[in-house]
């Protein structure tokens, strides 16, 4: 499954649609004024989905994942030089970037279970989410 990622223009907390290969609106996000960060997801129905909430006190980013009101997983950085990593206590999930941050795979050991790809050239941060299982 293909899915990308477009941040809107003039967005103050962050708001930006997912959409899908045909064009359509899949996932809204909308961006919370909160301390750290906080995002709402709703389908495109505007059905409210979960959110990601950053923890703000804490030494290296991390970002904590809710399905509805349940937390289901938390996304760290590790601490490393030149390449992001990030651990993903979802699945025993691994998050890896390039120098540049603009590309990432997640795997789960040697299998890829998506890449992320940012488009260079765009009047806003655009990103393409290649889906192996849409499990």
Do not use: H
Request: glycine residues 6%.
């Amino acid at each position: 499954m293909i899915l990308v990622q477009k941040q809107k223009i003039l967005s103050w907390f962050g708001n930006y649609n997912i959409y899908d290969d045909q064009d359509r609106v899949v996932f809204k996000v909308v961006g919370r004024a909160a301390v750290g960060r906080k995002l709402e997801i709703y389908d495109a129905q505007d059905n409210y989905l979960g959110k990601v909430r950053e923890r703000f006190f804490a030494f290296l980013p991390r970002f904590r994942f809710y399905l509805g009101e349940n937390e289901v997983g938390q996304l760290k950085k590790r601490f490393t030089f030149f390449k992001p990593s990030f651990r993903l206590d979802y699945n025993n999930w691994e998050i890896n970037g390039n120098f540049w941050q603009l590309n990432y795979e997640i795997m789960k050991g040697n299998e890829t279970i998506m890449t992320c790809r940012q488009k260079i050239i765009s009047l806003t941060d655009q990103y393409t989410l290649d889906i192996k299982d849409d499990k």
